[in-house]
């Protein structure tokens, strides 16, 4: 069964709005920590963003923000005033106690294209 | 700080040789992945190390792979016998502890022809 789990393909947005992407997760433990990532059209994986599961309170970095439901095991990213370099697959994942913190479970990843 | 480094960016074997992928992870960081990353199958955990220590391998086909840390600034990966379906691209990434975030180099891309 997939662990984390990205519904949504693709996306296309215009320049200079907000989008979504929606990731849920599954894991038994209480103490697990969510992050997305990035991958640019070269190939490289970039660390974005992260949510400790115990913090009530939604990450934010630059125009990257989070929506954290923990009941509904959920982690939106919401990034604002979207710009045309935001164009890339954004992949969530999950590092949980339950494995020992020895993986990063990723998601098939969204594919967000940002148009003029 | 350079990053995650890892050699060579590209590298094609023929079928029934074998490959050496390294990886530099980040100075200090004390886990280090090995990740495999194709279009069908998506971003697959290989193999982890703590402090250097083989961890959890549960992702390595058990055969051909193999994967050391002979000391904190470099490991390996290295497969026997490539075959066609051992072609993506390898990624090595690095976390300074269990609970932070990981960060990943820009991987070698493994063609078996």
């Not at chain 2, 051909?64 to 990966?77: C, D, G, K, V, Y």
Request: glycine fraction near 6%; hydrophobic fraction near 35%; aromatic fraction near 10%.
């Amino acid at each position: 069964a997939q662990k984390v789990t990205q519904t949504q393909t693709s996306i296309s947005v215009m320049e200079k709005t907000t989008v979504t992407m929606d990731c849920v997760y599954e894991t038994q433990d209480s103490s697990y920590f969510l992050f997305w990532y990035k991958q640019t059209a070269s190939g490289e994986i970039v660390f974005l963003i992260r949510q400790d599961s115990y913090k009530k309170e939604n990450a934010t970095v630059g125009h990257y923000s989070l929506n954290f439901q923990k009941p509904k095991s959920s982690i939106g990213l919401i990034i604002t005033a979207t710009q045309i370099e935001d164009s890339a697959v954004y992949f969530c994942a999950m590092r949980e106690h339950d494995s020992g913190y020895n993986k990063l479970t990723f998601g098939k990843g969204t594919v967000l294209l940002v148009s003029p | 700080n350079a990053g995650v480094i890892q050699t060579p960016r590209h590298k094609v074997t023929g079928k029934g040789q074998e490959a050496t992928l390294w990886c530099e992870p980040i100075s200090g960081h004390s886990a280090v992945f090995w990740y495999r990353q194709t279009i069908v199958q998506g971003l697959e955990f290989l193999t982890y190390f703590r402090n250097q220590a083989p961890i959890d391998d549960s992702g390595m086909p058990k055969e051909r792979f193999s994967a050391q840390m002979p000391n904190q600034s470099h490991s390996t990966l290295k497969i026997q016998s490539t075959q066609p379906q051992d072609s993506a691209v390898y990624l090595c990434a690095s976390s300074l502890a269990e609970n932070t975030e990981v960060f990943f180099g820009k991987g070698t891309r493994l063609t078996v022809v």
